[in-house]
């Protein structure tokens, strides 16, 4: 990121465009100048031709004729047919002056005369120059002025950017709840200070986020740990003589506390791995046949559930380890939501765009206010007997493959819950 002061380079750039600007200005304007100094110059040249026939149409006198048409800059020679001239001599045409020509065609000492008007340019291109001079210095003038007005005027319009770094700062040592709080929201600035103050409560809500799902992880950690700690403790307390049921009994609890701590932990990694981005290995997947074997295993588990999978074989591009753990965790869900027996469902269906997995059963059901609080972490339902954290990984995973999970009613009507996977 170019991190040139922002002062610098607005100043750099309005007094970049300012000498583009300028220039072409003072160009078109001494065009401008010169061209109406012409028309004017050959208008009066002209107009003055004119009245001379006016005159010479009233019989004035040669001499009155050539005092009344003379006047500032224009040279008056009236050469009559038999030589005689009045007025000033003849001047030959250069590039310093500009001539008209005309014959009188009235009077009687005037019939035939030959008027020649002369005029200097000289004051013309003198007043250019002059014109030229003035737009150079007004320019670099404007320069100038311009220059140190951005200069003075960026410390006063930049204040909010001021203000933003210095809140940023504030923030980064450590002291929160600082806000910008804009007075207006439909300017640039006023949108860029909302969408600052929109990311730092993020920032803070997500950190608060944090702080309290690390609180929850250690105290579900802190019970397994515990159990550890005291099976072991009354293990190595036995007498020798101790009862061998009893010392079973406490293996048995280390065995289930440590499984109980290593699924937590492997869970804590699972959603860690979902947040930094989760990474798919993608492959051809037959979505019933996923379905089919963790019914069958679930079946094996609970022999006193009917568990059946309806619906067509359906191939989708996805991470079949993934989808097997979603699978599984519903079904398991599915086997603790409804006791020691019950009905379990899983149905298969295509859709525009999309395939769709449905779970269902028909246990107690999950009411409405509920069904997307057990979606967040470390929240357990009534029958909950895991780490409260099996939904929000699962659907994680589903919204890495680009659907989503929801838990909703039975889609046949009857009593219990469904949870809805696409794909």
Known sequence: ??????????????LLVLLIVLPITGLAVKAIFDAQAERNLNTLLNGRAQLAQQLARQNVAPNNL???IDADGIRVTLTLRNGQVFGA?????????????????????TRGATLLLS??????????RTLQRVLWLAGAAALAITA???ILGMRVALAPLDAMTSLARSIAA???????????????????????????????GKEQYMRQFVADAAHELRTPVTGLQTAAETLLQLDPDAPTERREELELLLVRESRRAGTLVADLLELARIDAGLVLRRQPVLLKHLAQTQADRLHLMAPSHTIEVNGPELEVEADPDRITQILANLLDNARNATGDQGTIEVLLSQEPGHVRVVVQDNGPGVPPDHRERIFQRLVHGERSRGSGLG???ARGFARAHGGDLIATDRIDGKPGAAFVLTL
């Open 1 to 14: 990121m170019n991190t040139l002061s922002l002062r610098r380079r607005v100043t750099i750039t309005a």
């Open 66 to 68: 050539v005092r009344r």
């Open 89 to 109: 001599p003849a001047v030959e045409a250069d590039k310093g002056t500009r001539q008209v020509k005309s014959t009188l065609t009235a009077g009687q000492r």
């Open 119 to 128: 005029a200097d340019t000289s004051l013309l291109d003198g007043a250019s």
């Open 148 to 150: 140190i007005a951005l």
């Open 174 to 204: 450590g002291r929160r709840g600082g806000r910008l709080q804009p007075t207006r929201r439909d300017t640039e600035l006023g949108r860029t200070a909302a969408a600052f103050d929109e990311m730092l409560d993020s920032l803070e």
């Open 391 to 393: 939904l929000p990984i």
